[in-house]
């Protein structure tokens, strides 16, 4: 049976009207998992995406998809300006600093639980992508979180 990850608070949530799917999977299995995606339905089959996915790779907030019948993503037909990084909390003490700087350079945050150490980050433009790459991994370097990009 293939788990589905879900989206509690989405970036764009009051912009969402329907949940479509991607598949993933994660490092070393070999069963895909789903991740629901909030999304804007523009036609029966093409959606904007209204969240900031915390597992898959090449989507990102605001990205126009094409999907099958069933609502799983078959090909990306538009890419946003937006670029996607996750951070892993290996302890909370800096949880506030970040999150504090990073809603100030101007992203969008969603978190996978309340209480989680998982963090998703949506932000528009290179130049603020860099700005966002840059401040990560000065805490990175100092051991408090890893991140990584997905777009």
Not at 93 to 104: D, F, P, T
């Amino acid at each position: 049976m293939t788990k589905e990850i879900q989206h509690k608070n989405p970036a764009w949530g009051d912009k969402a009207n329907f949940i479509i799917a991607a598949k993933f999977k994660l490092d070393g299995e070999s069963d895909h998992k789903t991740e629901q995606l909030w999304a804007k339905k523009i036609t029966d089959y093409t959606f904007e995406i209204c969240c900031i996915p915390f597992f898959v790779y090449d989507l990102t907030l605001a990205d126009i998809v094409e999907t099958d019948k069933s609502c799983l993503i078959t090909k990306l037909l538009k890419r946003s300006n937006y670029s996607t990084f996750r951070v892993w909390f290996k302890d909370t003490k800096h949880k506030e600093a970040i999150e504090s700087k990073l809603k100030q350079i101007g992203c969008f945050l969603e978190w996978k639980f309340i209480d989680s150490q998982l963090l998703a980050i949506a932000v528009k433009s290179k130049t603020k992508a860099q700005q966002v790459a840059d401040f990560l991994w000065q805490y990175e370097k100092i051991g408090g979180i890893e991140y990584e990009t997905g777009i």
